[in-house]
Structures are given as structure tokens and as C-alpha cells.
């Protein structure tokens, strides 16, 4: 699994992109305080199309089958009053009909300068 690690300013957007094998569900998690950087997971992106979404917080999309690859791409916003610093994500991925003992889970980070 890959993901993206931006180093943003306060008040800057960019679109976060995952890069994912052997999914069948997959889950943010560990997300950042909403108050310094928002995942807007309603938009988010997935290829090829998830076939069903658990409207949990936050969302686990799943796909019919086990896809080889799959791309989720997700807006985020740094807060224009965040403090410069790392914020992780993860994101956890299961093979699997659901999320489980078989999941895998790889963390990431946004860095946010002190301009």
C-alpha cells in the first residue's frame, strides 16, 4: 500500500491518493482532529467503484470481489489556524469480506509548515 504525505500551509487543500493491493475493504482510520485537517471522505474518490459503503465514522467501502489494485482519492483542508506539525492517517485494508483479523493497516502523515 502506498499513500500520499503532503506538506501543506494552514488554509491549504490538496487531494490525498491511495494506492491499495488485494482489496476488498477499505477504511480510514486514526484520521487527524477535524479542527486542524478534514478528510472529506463523502467525496473521496474510489477505482474502481466501490459496490457498497458502511456508513460508520469513518466509512468502509467494499468492493463485490477482491480487486488486484484500487485508488481512493480524498480531499483535505488544513485549517487556516492549525499549528505547524505532523498529523497521521492510516488506512487499513482487508482481502476479505470484512474488517478483520486479516487486515492490513499502513500509517501515513501530513506535515503542515509554519507559514
Known sequence: MSGDEP???P?????LSIDA?????????GLPDEDHVTFDLDNAERSPSSSSTVQTDPP????????????????IHVSSDSPPGEYQ???????????SSDTTTEEFSIQVDGN
Not at 488554509?11 to 487531494?15: M, N, P
Not at 468502509?60 to 480531499?75: M, Q
Not at 492510516?90 to 482481502?95: L, R
Open 7 to 9: 506538506t501543506l500551509s
Open 11 to 15: 488554509g491549504e487543500e490538496t487531494t
Open 21 to 29: 493491493q488485494s482489496v476488498r475493504g477499505l477504511r480510514f482510520e
Open 60 to 75: 468502509v467501502w467494499y468492493w463485490r470481489f477482491t480487486h488486484w489494485s484500487v485508488t481512493v482519492e480524498v480531499p
Open 89 to 99: 492517517y492510516a488506512v487499513s485494508v482487508t482481502p476479505s469480506g470484512r474488517i
